[in-house]
């Protein structure tokens, strides 16, 4: 989301913010990503998930339980990799240049990853057609930053029209694990689609590098030959496998997720904020002097994520307590 193709800005660079506020110390408050801020509780694992390579029987395992997780048609395709981020980039290598349509403002790797393979990219607005010239078309939904959801017979109608063209539609599922109703994986063996699904946002273990994609195995399997052997590490596995079958584990978040979000929202609408959107994972709020705001906040210690392309957006992760809450509260303008 950036004019240069090779360089983009993320959430979660607080070297760089440090060094930019040293003023502010080393106590930080991350509030620049949508990561949940109570991570899934680790379990023992065996040695050999450290000191042998990933097995097959290891692999399969995690795949049930991602089947299982996100109630995936038993035909459809899946793989595993390490991390929805490299899925990003393997896709633009697996079709000739071509056209390529992305619904925005979304997640700017789609647009880096499919110019940088040689395609022709456009963004297109929320309420935009399929173009007839269009082959790939890419949706993040929920969308990131607004989580913004297109309707479902929408993104099935240009699944349709593009597997007629050998095309395919990618839907990022990203965040989709705190509205399971909202995700597609269910129609994932649907001619044209292809799902990406995110592990360590909704499970709070990004550094995991965990992610699916979900669709025609005939895709998924050039996706399993892109990636190569033991793609997944053996932590990776073992940790993969126990979260996603921890369905309890996944209500109760989802849960204590919508009320933080709640009280998120309270906290920026007394600060004169105004919401637009979101997931219980982030908050995408706006302001006339936004900028100033993440400065002043930078300054104390706590990084939001702001936007160049849209001055008066502040994106908001969850304070992962009250304590957050409170120094956040103070930190902030006072309506």
Not at 45 to 59: E, F, K, N, T, V
């Amino acid at each position: 989301m950036s004019d240069s193709p090779t360089e983009l800005v993320h959430g979660g660079d607080l070297d760089s913010a440090r060094k930019r506020h040293p003023e502010a110390g080393n106590s930080w408050l991350d509030l620049s990503t949508g990561i949940n801020p109570w991570p899934y509780p680790i379990p023992a694992m065996p040695d050999d998930a450290w000191q042998r390579l990933p097995g097959r029987q290891a692999q399969d395992e995690l795949l049930q339980a991602a089947r299982l997780a996100y109630d995936l048609a038993p035909e459809a395709g899946l793989t595993a990799a390490p991390g929805t981020q490299l899925l990003i980039q393997l896709l633009p290598r697996l079709f000739e240049p071509t056209n390529v349509e992305i619904t925005g403002f979304t997640y700017g790797e789609h647009q880096r990853c499919w110019a940088l393979a040689g395609h022709k990219v456009a963004i297109r607005a929320p309420e935009a057609p399929l173009s007839e010239a269009a082959r790939i078309r890419i949706v993040t939904r929920p969308n990131n930053p607004d989580g913004r959801i297109l309707p479902r017979e929408t993104l099935m109608d240009w699944a349709d029209r593009l597997a007629e063209r050998d095309g395919l539609l990618v839907v990022d599922e990203a965040f989709a694990d705190v509205i399971p109703e909202c995700s597609l994986a269910p129609e994932a063996n649907h001619p044209g689609l292809c799902i990406l699904r995110s592990f360590g946002k909704f499970f709070g273990l990004a550094g995991l590098r965990l992610g699916f994609a979900l669709g025609a195995p005939a895709l998924q399997e050039r996706l399993t030959v892109a990636l190569g052997p033991w793609a997944v590490a053996g932590p990776a596995l073992a940790i993969g496998r126990a979260a996603l079958a921890d369905l309890q584990w996944s209500a109760e978040t989802r849960q204590a997720l919508q009320r933080q979000s709640q009280h998120l929202d309270e906290v920026l609408q007394r600060a004169g904020l105004e919401i637009l959107g979101g997931t219980s994972l982030f908050r995408l709020s706006a302001h006339d002097s936004a900028s100033r705001i993440a400065e002043d906040l930078a300054a104390q210690g706590i990084l939001v994520r702001s936007f160049p392309e849209e001055p008066h957006w502040l994106r908001f992760g969850l304070p992962p307590d009250e304590g957050a809450l409170d120094r956040l509260t103070r930190a902030l303008p006072h309506g």
